[in-house]
């Protein structure tokens, strides 16, 4: 259902269709999103010209106590109909803006974004920026996890796992997944075909325009489903209208849905590979007649993504789960090259359908969904235009089997850094990139690092593994 974008149009149709409720959204530096309800007899227009008041002390990496008052301002071209509240309610996502000085707020990820692409027309290089992430994730059956004092553990089990083939289920029907035979089973094996299709069908009844799904490598559970490609705003947008449909649809069915890169071990693991070109008056412009149907300023950005990929990372793959993926032999690309075809280079330029312009776009496969997409995206945007401006040489192609390259082959590449806090000291030696234009403020990268360094330590000096106890309790 298609609502009407603007405001004064949006209330007006919200009062006619008998809405209850307007539930407010925004997501804080992290992704996570946030909401708070209000009756519909108290969203005026000023909720969406002057913004509504909230604590932002009590968001992660916001502010301080002492001043925390800060406005959600409702964007109503982001507004649906929420298909899962029993009482017809209207959700809205927002904008952060600081009361005292009127400004977008610095910190928030949306702001961040629009921002992004605010400087990216100031340039003059272009007017629009398209995405298209393709988000795995896994659906379990059961999930438990726990950290204490004196102990931590966790565990995951999926009805379709190849560890229950031999499961007594009273009886078992066998069709489980075979370890990384996941990818394209028809049903009895794959058994998530009527949830992922209820999802689909759901995102298109709030606006969010689909592409396809299907079972994922992994034999637990791993899922993809493909959105549209949609310009910068919209489609960060669509991606956290996408985890709300997906882990609630699984909920009423009795399942949990992670984003999570890698909870199982020895298994393909869930990334975010994001599609991307820039247009201007109406043409794509990483169209051209060089490698692989691409135009100089294409691989230009390319190389600005490879030039800046370590602290684009701490926004692409924020997590210490991230870096269980980025392992070799498992898909997922650990080398920052680029290739037409080839899945085991960071950056793929897919085929284009026909011969069709429109379709020339290159592909980022090493992002995962744990990233906050506003972040994300801006990140990817800022380091590809860094490369724009700058006509970064992206170097030589990687038209070869990256897994089986020899010694001298892979010296020669830039790789991955192999976990966070790697990535962290690249985003805290070479962040100039990002800050052009203010579109991340120093401010925000700062506390970023410091929000991130504080899970680090956590994982990596403070809290026991329970690997550990195996490797070492009989010391």
């Given at each position: 259902?298609?609502?009407?974008?603007?405001?004064?149009?949006?209330l007006k149709w919200a009062k006619a269709e008998k809405v209850e409720f307007v539930d407010v959204r925004f997501t804080d530096m992290l992704g996570l999103t946030h909401h708070f309800t209000s009756p519909l007899s108290v969203i005026d227009e000023e909720a969406f010209t002057y913004g509504i008041g909230i604590d932002g002390s009590s968001v992660r990496g916001w502010k301080s106590i002492n001043e925390s008052d800060m406005l959600a301002r409702l964007d109503a071209s982001s507004a649906f109909l929420d298909p899962f509240f029993e009482h017809k309610t209207l959700n809205v996502l927002c904008d952060i803006y600081d009361p005292r000085s009127g400004e977008a707020y610095g910190r928030d990820p949306r702001t961040i974004l629009k921002r992004s692409l605010e400087y990216m027309k100031s340039t003059g290089i272009a007017d629009q920026a398209f995405f298209g992430p393709e988000a795995e994730f896994f659906i379990f059956s059961d999930v438990r996890f726990d950290s204490t004092m004196q102990g931590g553990y966790y565990h995951v089990d999926a009805l379709d796992a190849a560890w229950n083939m031999g499961k007594d289920e009273g009886p078992n029907l066998g069709h489980k997944m075979r370890l990384k035979g996941g990818y394209f089973p028809t049903p009895p094996n794959d058994i998530y075909q009527d949830l992922r299709s209820e999802v689909l069908a759901i995102l298109e009844s709030i606006g969010v325009e689909t592409e396809k799904h299907h079972h994922e490598v992994a034999s637990a559970g791993q899922g993809e489903i493909n959105l549209m490609v949609a310009e910068g705003i919209k489609m960060a947008d669509n991606m956290i209208k996408y985890k709300y449909v997906l882990k609630n649809v699984a909920r009423r069915h009795g399942f949990t849905v992670t984003f999570m890169p890698k909870p199982v071990w020895n298994d393909n693991g869930t990334g975010m590979h994001t599609h991307q070109s820039i247009w201007k008056g109406g043409k794509n412009l990483f169209a051209g007649d060089k490698y692989a149907g691409l135009s100089d300023m294409a691989l230009n950005y390319i190389g600005g993504i490879i030039e800046n990929g370590p602290s684009v990372l701490a926004f692409t793959n924020p997590t210490t789960n991230s870096y269980k993926r980025l392992v070799p032999g498992f898909e997922a690309p650990v080398t920052l090259v680029y290739s037409a075809r080839n899945r085991s280079a960071s950056i793929r330029i897919p085929i284009a359908v026909g011969s069709s312009e429109k379709a020339r776009r290159i592909e980022f496969r090493t992002p995962d969904a744990s990233s906050c997409p506003y972040l994300a995206f801006a990140?990817?945007?800022?380091?590809?235009?860094?490369?724009?401006?700058?006509?970064?040489?992206?170097?030589?192609?990687?038209?070869?089997?990256?897994?089986?390259?020899?010694?001298?082959?892979?010296?020669?590449?830039?790789?991955?850094?192999?976990?966070?806090?790697?990535?962290?000291?690249?985003?805290?030696?070479?962040?100039?990139?990002?800050?052009?234009?203010?579109?991340?403020?120093?401010?925000?990268?700062?506390?970023?690092?410091?929000?991130?360094?504080?899970?680090?330590?956590?994982?990596?000096?403070?809290?026991?593994?329970?690997?550990?106890?195996?490797?070492?309790?009989?010391?």
């Open positions: 259902m298609s609502l009407p974008t603007d405001h004064k149009e949006l990140a990817m945007l800022m380091a590809g235009l860094d490369g724009v401006q700058k006509k970064t040489d992206p170097g030589e192609p990687a038209d070869f089997d990256l897994y089986e390259a020899s010694e001298e082959q892979l010296s020669k590449l830039k790789k991955v850094p192999e976990s966070l806090d790697r990535v962290l000291e690249a985003l805290g030696g070479s962040s100039e990139f990002l800050q052009v234009g203010n579109v991340f403020e120093k401010d925000f990268i700062d506390s970023y690092i410091e929000y991130k360094e504080g899970e680090v330590k956590e994982i990596r000096n403070q809290r026991p593994h329970p690997y550990e106890f195996v490797l070492y309790y009989d010391c």
